[in-house]
């Protein structure tokens, strides 16, 4: 084996541990959470307790969830490019993801936020 195959080895295991490490770090990170409602009616509020509920059960303690009302600030929802409420928006950890609707289907919402991949059976806690 060559030294330059030997190095390119030596650099995909570094590259490799150095994920790992960074991937075991953001388990611990805490979700940072925007649901963008309109007003406070029955769908809006559905919304609401479902995420509560969601996050509760899966990641306890583990998310801050920020309740904005579109109809009382309507500049954040230009800002956050909301076409439609509910919205959820999940900043932290990355990547940024928003899902649409009542937040109903709790499987749906897992995937969608990352805390389970489509195929897992498992939650990534």
Do not use: C, W
């Not at 650099?11 to 979700?31: G, Q």
């Not at 932290?92 to 897992?120: A, F, H, Q, Y």
């Amino acid at each position: 084996m060559s030294n330059n195959e030997e190095t390119g080895k030596q650099e995909v295991k570094d590259s490799t541990a150095a994920f790992e490490e960074a991937l075991a770090k953001n388990e611990d990170k805490e979700y940072i959470l925007h649901l963008y409602v309109a007003g406070m009616g029955p769908k809006s509020i559905q919304a609401i307790n479902n995420i509560k509920r969601i996050f509760e059960d899966y990641i306890p303690g583990k998310y801050q969830l920020e309740i904005i009302d579109i109809y009382q600030n309507p500049v954040f929802a230009k800002d956050g490019q909301i076409v439609a409420a509910p919205t959820l928006i999940k900043e932290l950890p990355p990547p940024l993801r928003k899902l649409i609707g009542s937040m109903s289907d709790t499987e749906r919402v897992l995937v969608g936020m990352d805390l389970k991949s489509k195929n897992d059976k498992d939650v990534k806690k």
